[in-house]
């Protein structure tokens, strides 16, 4: 299917695992095939298997309580093995992505990795425009202050 690769790196993004986001591409796959008669408008295919996959992602977490690792001790374990150099910005800038709460992630990862606009990020998620931009504007100053913080005042967050 053309769309599984976006819906995988949607749910990666969402759930930070590799094994639970195959599985669940998996079912959201199944479960729009099984629902594919329920789609009146062919070129929304795109958000509605986001919103399936979402959902799915939401009854995996309902389910079961999964175990969670220090993310500090992690990254610094690997600080030391890093250069100051681009690919550290882009680590420090996944990790800061990383630790952000779901309410503020998943516009900015639907908005930066997949180019949805304000008003298509609004309707896959069921919330207003400004409500949309107010996260997206606190998903982007937390970051800036995370990037702050632990670069020592400098950063290039600044296109953020």
Known sequence: MPLSKDVFRFVYWMCRDRMLAEDVLQET???AWRSLGSL???SAVRPWLFTI???ELARVFE???LDTIDLEAVD???SADLAADDRYDLHQMRHAILRLELIHREPLVLQVLFGYSTE????QLQISVPAVLTRLY???EI???QLLSRSGGRSSTDEL
């Open 29 to 31: 796959l199944l479960r």
């Open 40 to 42: 009146a408008d062919q």
């Open 53 to 55: 996959a979402r959902r």
């Open 63 to 65: 389910r079961k309580r």
């Open 76 to 78: 610094d374990a690997q």
């Open 120 to 123: 298509e990020i609004a309707r």
């Open 138 to 140: 606190r998903a982007r």
């Open 143 to 145: 970051l800036r202050k």
